[in-house]
T-cell receptor, first 112, second 116 residues
Framework: GQNIDQPTEMTATEGAIVQINCTYQ??????LFWYQQHAGEAPTFLSY????GLEEKGRFSSFLSRSKGYSYLLLKELQMKDSASYLC?????????????FGGGTRLMVKP | DAGITQSPRHKVTETGTPVTLRCHQT?????MYWYRQDPGHGLRLIHY???????DKGEVSDGYSVSRSKTEDFLLTLESATSSQTSVYFC???????????????FGDGTRLSIL
C-alpha cells in the first residue's frame, strides 16, 4: 500500500513564498502529482514529477527526491487567489489502471 | 478543460433508496474513476474502469457498484443508500498511464450527495 503525508493547514502572506511538503511510502514509485482545489470546486492538475529535481511552471515549482520519498510544491509571489487546498498524489507502477493515491490535502490560507 | 460532465450536481435522498450518479466524457479516454471526498479523508477511490465493461474495485467499494457500457459513460450506483455515503463524489478520467508517462487524471465538477 501507500502512505502519503502532508500538513493539514498552512497560512502565508500575500506576496510571500510558501513551501508545501509531501512525504510518501510506496512499493513502486511511478510519478507524483500536485493538484489545486478551491473550496467547492474540482481538483485541477498543477504539476508532475517522476525524476529527481525541480520542475518549474510560472509561479509554481515542484521538487522530487525519490530516495527520500519527498516532494514539495513551492508557490512564489503569493496571491489571494492561491488560497486553496493542495493535494499530493502518488502513482504506483504496480497498478495497471493509472490509479493515484491522494494525501489528505493541505489547506493554504493567504492573508493580506 | 477536459470534457467531463457529472449529473446530477446535487441530490438529497432518503436512507434505503437507490441512487445513480452519471459521469459523461467527450475525450475518448480509456480510464474513468469514481472518488468520494470527505473532510479528514481526502479523495478516496471507489471504483475505476479501464475499458468498456472492464471495472475494478478501489479502496472504499463496499456499498457501491459501477457500470460502463460505453466509452463515454461511467455510472456509480448506491443500491441502498446509507447516511455514511453522504459525501461529495468526483468522477475523473485519464489516458493510459504507462511507465513514466505524465497522463494526469482530470476531474469533473462533482456531485454533492446528502442522504437523510
Amino acid at each position: 500500500g501507500q502512505n502519503i503525508d502532508q500538513p493539514t493547514e498552512m497560512t502565508a502572506t500575500e506576496g510571500a513564498i510558501v513551501q508545501i511538503n509531501c512525504t510518501y511510502q510506496t512499493s513502486g514509485f511511478n510519478g507524483l502529482f500536485w493538484y489545486q482545489q478551491h473550496a467547492g470546486e474540482a481538483p485541477t492538475f498543477l504539476s508532475y514529477n517522476v525524476l529527481d529535481g525541480l520542475e518549474e511552471k510560472g509561479r509554481f515549482s515542484s521538487f522530487l527526491s525519490r530516495s527520500k520519498g519527498y516532494s514539495y510544491l513551492l508557490l512564489k509571489e503569493l496571491q489571494m487567489k492561491d488560497s486553496a487546498s493542495y493535494l499530493c498524489a502518488v502513482r504506483d507502477w504496480n497498478n495497471a489502471g493509472n490509479m493515484l493515491t491522494f494525501g489528505g490535502g493541505t489547506r493554504l490560507m493567504v492573508k493580506p | 478543460d477536459a470534457g467531463i460532465t457529472q449529473s446530477p450536481r446535487h441530490k438529497v435522498t432518503e436512507t434505503g433508496t437507490p441512487v445513480t450518479l452519471r459521469c459523461h466524457q467527450t475525450e475518448n479516454h480509456r480510464y474513468m474513476y469514481w472518488y468520494r471526498q470527505d473532510p479528514g479523508h481526502g479523495l478516496r477511490l471507489i471504483h475505476y474502469s479501464y475499458g468498456v465493461k472492464d471495472t475494478d474495485k478501489g479502496e472504499v467499494s463496499d456499498g457501491y457498484s459501477v457500470s460502463r457500457s460505453k466509452t463515454e459513460d461511467f455510472l456509480l450506483t448506491l443500491e441502498s443508500a446509507t447516511s455514511s455515503q453522504t459525501s461529495v463524489y468526483f468522477c475523473a478520467i485519464s489516458e493510459s498511464g504507462g511507465q513514466g508517462l505524465r497522463q494526469p487524471q482530470h476531474f469533473g465538477d462533482g456531485t454533492r450527495l446528502s442522504i437523510l
